[in-house]
């Protein structure tokens, strides 16, 4: 696989009918090892042993709905109250990050009113925070750190 510009992590692979599966902290399960995959994991990871987010909070490639369409977000992570804190948007490293992955996680947000947006490809990291009153985003260096959140 792709070598990414995150840390190096520790992953569990399995093996079975010449597939790699790659084990997913979050879903608890092994997940077919895609470029879309792999970018997913390390960014889990990072969210959790860098940021130091609880995985308790996060959830992972749910469904919801955006104008009457059934979508499927990468990464969410919840305030404790339960709304929404972070949305990411993982892509695989092939995809450059354009105004077309931009709007999608855009249309996205429109339904879970997120504070926070992350775009990665695991080579490219975007981050965003949320201006509702002005209808805008802002981009910053990174996300903050669960600790220092609030």
């Known amino acids: 696989m792709q070598k990414l510009n995150f840390p190096a992590y520790q992953f569990r692979f399995k093996s079975s009918e010449n597939k790699v599966s790659i084990f997913d902290l979050i879903r608890k399960k092994f997940i077919f090892l895609t470029p879309e995959e792999w970018v997913r994991q390390h960014t889990i990871h990072y969210l959790i ?21 059934n979508k499927r977000y990468d990464i969410i992570i919840f305030n404790p109250d339960g709304s929404i804190y972070l949305i990411v948007e ?5 995809v450059r990050i354009t105004q077309k992955v931009f709007d999608q996680i855009a249309r996205y947000n429109l339904s879970l009113q997120a504070e926070y947006l992350m775009i990665t490809n695991g080579l490219d990291h975007y981050y965003c925070q949320m201006d509702y009153e002005e209808q805008r985003y802002t981009f910053l260096k990174d996300i903050p750190d669960y600790e220092h959140k609030g």
């Open 49 to 69: 042993e860098e940021k130091k987010y609880p995985q308790t909070l996060i959830n992972v490639e749910k469904l919801i709905k955006v104008n009457d369409l």
């Open 90 to 94: 993982c892509k695989s490293h092939a």
